[in-house]
Nanobody, 126 residues
Framework: QVLLVESGGGLVQAGGSLRLSCAISDATFSSSAMGWFRQAPGKERIFVAA???????AHADSVKGRFTISRDNAKNTLYLQMDSLTPDDTAIYSCAAKLSPYFGSSYYLPSDYAYWGQGTQVTVSS
């Protein structure tokens, strides 16, 4: 059983920053493609960012230039640095792991990921 545990969420004012972390229990997933998704109240879960086994990244247009996904394979940890936060960024943020090190053609779809964390709440006040 692979466990993903997010941390780092919280309440922040607009314009502020947060860094989310996702600890992975199984070191074999250090080479897997991984992603961050978010779900606002009453809305669907949507793609935020992804990173493949080689470190290539992809970010949703809505967060480009503000959010940065990264990973530290030695620590089995995935990160999401979030800057210039706005109230529209308020959501539950979840990390997810694929079974493959590659993005594939549908890395932005939640169904492409095999394992999920429980999520961490991010609230941005205006």
């Amino acid at each position: 059983q692979v466990l993903l545990v997010e941390s780092g969420g919280g309440l922040v004012q607009a314009g502020g920053s947060l860094r989310l972390s996702c600890a992975i229990s199984d070191a074999t997933f250090s080479s897997s493609a991984m992603g961050w998704f978010r779900q606002a109240p009453g809305k669907e879960r949507i793609f935020v960012a992804a990173i493949n086994g080689r470190g290539t990244t992809a970010h949703a247009d809505s967060v480009k230039g503000r959010f940065t996904i990264s990973r530290d394979n030695a620590k089995n940890t995935l990160y999401l640095q979030m800057d210039s936060l706005t109230p529209d960024d308020t959501a539950i943020y979840s990390c997810a792991a694929k079974l493959s090190p590659y993005f594939g053609s549908s890395y932005y779809l939640p169904s492409d990921y095999a394992y999920w964390g429980q999520g961490t709440q991010v609230t941005v006040s205006s």
